[in-house]
Nanobody, 126 residues
Framework: QVQLVESGGGLVQAGGSLRLSCAAS????????MAWFRRPPGKERESVAA????????TYADSVKGRFTISRDNAKNTLYLQMNSLKPEDTAVYYC???????????????????WGQGTQVTVSS
């Protein structure tokens, strides 16, 4: 079992920045690919970004490419999401997830991620 706790959400104006963190409970953090997903109000959950076990590989949804950066610090068992140039359409509950499969982690399939945090709210005002 891996427990994940997100933090860093809040209210920000359009064009602003936020940095989300996801702290993992176990030292086996480096054994998992990690990802961020989000659920906009009234919509289905969608993928945002994912990162490989070592951090050497990353992938992003088209909607956030060039604005968001995913990173991880395996020594601190922590995942990050730096969000810049935020838009009102980025408003959502953001979740971190651990898991992924060796060959397909970059496809960001929800069912391949076994452990999930409780989510943190990000609200971007226009």
């Amino acid at each position: 079992q891996v427990q994940l706790v997100e933090s860093g959400g809040g209210l920000v104006q359009a064009g602003g920045s936020l940095r989300l963190s996801c702290a993992a409970s176990r030292r086996t953090f480096a054994s998992y690919a990690m990802a961020w997903f989000r659920r906009p109000p009234g919509k289905e959950r969608e993928s945002v970004a994912a990162i490989s076990w070592s951090g050497g590989g990353t992938t992003y949804a088209d909607s956030v490419k060039g604005r968001f950066t995913i990173s991880r610090d395996n020594a601190k068992n922590t995942l990050y999401l730096q969000m810049n140039s935020l838009k009102p359409e980025d408003t959502a509950v953001y979740y971190c997830a651990a898991g992924g499969a060796v060959a397909t982690w970059a496809l960001m399939r929800e069912y391949e991620y076994d452990y999930w945090g409780q989510g943190t709210q990000v609200t971007v005002s226009s």
